[in-house]
Nanobody
Framework: QVQLVESGGALVQPGGSLRLSCAAS????????MGWFRQAPGKEREGVSC????????YYTDSVKGRFTISRDKAKNTVYLQMNSLKPEDTAVYYC??????????????????WGQGTQVTVSL
């Protein structure tokens, strides 16, 4: 049984940083494409960043390029999302997910099938 557990969400001031973690059980994260997604109140869930299991290639949505970094720790079987220069518009519940494939063809919600429970990130004074 696959389980993804996110952690690291918090209340942070604009300009601050957070690192989100997604720990997996039941699968070896390094083999699979993984993604971070977010859902703000009243908005649809959107893809933030994805990483390929095959070659480590990454994708970032335009609004986070240069501020967020996705990475993996093979030994800890964990995927991270380092978020810097946070803005109020980054406020959302953040989810990690896998598509059980080696690659991601899109970093879209519809292509990912196994999800964590989410962690809340709030960026506010």
């Amino acid at each position: 049984q696959v389980q993804l557990v996110e952690s690291g969400g918090a209340l942070v001031q604009p300009g601050g940083s957070l690192r989100l973690s997604c720990a997996a059980s039941g699968l070896f994260l390094d083999d699979y494409a993984m993604g971070w997604f977010r859902q703000a109140p009243g908005k649809e869930r959107e893809g933030v960043s994805c990483i390929s299991g095959a070659d480590g290639s990454t994708y970032y949505t335009d609004s986070v390029k240069g501020r967020f970094t996705i990475s993996r720790d093979k030994a800890k079987n964990t995927v991270y999302l380092q978020m810097n220069s946070l803005k109020p518009e980054d406020t959302a519940v953040y989810y990690c997910a896998t598509n059980f494939g080696s690659y991601y063809y899109t970093c879209g919600v519809a292509d990912f099938t196994s999800w964590g429970q989410g962690t809340q990130v709030t960026v506010s004074l």
